[in-house]
């Protein structure tokens, strides 16, 4: 089992930065997949950004390359997500999933199993 407590949300002006913290428990990261995805109200949960199990291969949606950054630090069992430059576009609740399974689709949210309560990012125009 995984427990996944997101942190580092808040309110910040547009061309800001903030990252984005994702702590797990229960089991490290090590071998897994760890996505961000989002969820702006009225909207679907969208994919964000994820990097692979033990390649530390990194994806991201295209309206946030160049911008977001996801990196894992597996001494700490930690996942971020660094975002500059961040526009009001890119206000939502951020969530962490987990996948222990191998080659999955990385965007879809079906193939994570353990998700996070969320953190509220808030960008103001």
């Known amino acids: 089992q995984v427990q996944l407590v997101e942190s580092g949300g808040g309110l910040v002006q547009t061309g800001g930065s903030l990252t984005l913290s994702c702590a797990a428990s229960g089991r490290t990261f090590s071998g897994y997949t760890v996505a961000w995805f989002r969820q702006a109200p009225g909207e679907e949960r969208q994919f964000v950004a994820a990097?692979?199990?033990?390649?530390?291969?990194?994806f991201y949606v295209d309206s946030v390359k160049g911008r977001f950054t996801i990196s894992r630090d597996a001494a700490k069992n930690t996942v971020y997500l660094q975002m500059k430059m961040l526009e009001p576009e890119d206000t939502a609740v951020y969530y962490c999933?987990?996948?222990?399974?191998?080659?999955?689709?990385?965007?879809?949210?079906?193939?994570?199993?353990?998700w996070g309560q969320g953190t509220q990012v808030t960008v103001s125009s």
């Open positions: 999933a987990v996948s222990d399974s191998p080659g999955i689709s990385i965007a879809t949210m079906n193939s994570y199993g353990y």
């Open positions: 990097i692979r199990r033990t390649t530390s291969t990194t």
